[in-house]
């Protein structure tokens, strides 16, 4: 999203309340944009800033095209400063930091803006820090503050911030716009459901691996129809080696807790809900046969019992082996 009217069509209230800012030259001095991943805080972000220091500025929409835009695009902007989590968290060393960085004189201007991203993460003695920008506000300098956990957001800070709730993503919208960038509706359906994150979505589809991972479940759900007493044997051998991670090894249960929702569906003449199997696969019409509902109800169980298990940090080859263990029943 580079312009207010591209935004004005995911997040509507949103463009409309931080443009009449911008007409009226009312700019907040702080911003809090909260909102889960994928619904544009890091744009609408970037575009308060280039409004900032567009050197063409037309009121609402930044040029893109000035060496103020292009920098603020590429992060080298020397007014615009990016703070982001260090590991887990954003911690009082980068405030001390950024508060040095404000003692002197912006390089081409006297306006400076800083970027929060992560907000939620910083701990309590740099939330308690970055109070200080926000109780003394200076009319030269915004702070825009991101965060996909508004909750975790100190009460103080919040206070001091225009506060900009951003809805989530239209699951069907979100799917329009992966197949206009090539996607084939099944795969944006999926995609969909994963994430709403619209580049994280682009780059899994075309991931090799998460290939590999959709390929397994369907062998899996295979297995389990043809050869059950097998299914121990191929965890051990394909599966444990191939999601080694802990977010493949979340990835992978969510993905086999949707093939068989899709069986369940299937069996309800429900298929406008599936979004693992087309409704015409032949594996799909073969495993409603062979599961009944009772067995399929069972199996979701499971895996979302595997699922929490995984949270709690139990082994993961363990978790596979009960799971498989389970469903084989």
Not at 2 to 30: F, G, M, Y
Not at 163 to 176: A, K, M, S, T, Y
Request: some cysteine; overall charge negative; hydrophobic content about 40%.
């Amino acid at each position: 999203m580079e312009t207010w009217s591209e935004v004005a069509k995911i997040q509507p209230l949103a463009s409309r309340i931080i443009l009449n800012s911008i007409k009226k030259d009312r700019i907040s001095h702080a911003y809090l944009l909260q909102g889960e991943r994928g619904t544009g805080k890091e744009a609408i972000a970037l575009l308060i800033a280039k409004g900032l220091f567009c050197e063409n500025n037309s009121v609402s929409d930044p040029c893109l095209h000035c060496n103020a835009c292009k920098r603020i695009d590429s992060g080298n902007h020397p007014d615009v400063h990016w703070i982001e989590p260090d590991g887990q968290s954003i911690k009082i060393e980068q405030i001390r930091n950024l508060q040095k960085e404000f003692t002197y004189s912006g390089l081409e201007s006297n306006r400076k803006v800083y970027i929060i991203k992560g907000a939620d993460t910083l701990t309590v003695n740099a939330a308690n820090r970055i109070l200080k920008f926000l109780e003394e506000p200076s009319r030269q300098t915004t702070a825009i503050m991101l965060t996909d956990n508004s909750q975790a957001i100190l009460p103080t800070i919040r206070s001091r911030c225009q506060v900009i709730d951003l809805r989530p993503l239209h699951p069907g919208e979100f799917q329009n716009q992966l197949v206009k960038e090539g996607l084939d509706q099944r795969t944006a359906v999926l995609m969909s459901t994963l994430t709403n994150n619209f580049d994280e979505a682009l780059a899994k589809s075309h991931d090799e691996s998460f290939a590999i991972a959709r390929r397994l479940v369907i062998q899996l759900v295979e297995v389990l129809l043809t050869n059950p007493e097998d299914v121990y044997l191929f965890i051990h051998q394909y599966w444990v080696t191939h999601f080694k991670e802990r977010n493949e090894q979340e990835e992978g249960l969510d993905l086999l807790l949707f093939a068989i929702k899709d069986i369940l569906y299937y069996h309800i003449e429900h298929e406008a809900g599936m979004v693992f199997f087309a409704p015409s696969d032949e594996l799909l019409e073969k495993a409603a046969r062979l599961f009944s509902q009772e067995k399929l109800l069972a199996m979701l169980q499971a895996v979302l019992q595997a699922k929490r298990k995984l949270k709690q940090n139990v082994h993961p080859t363990l978790v596979m082996e009960q799971l498989t263990l389970q469903m084989q029943r």
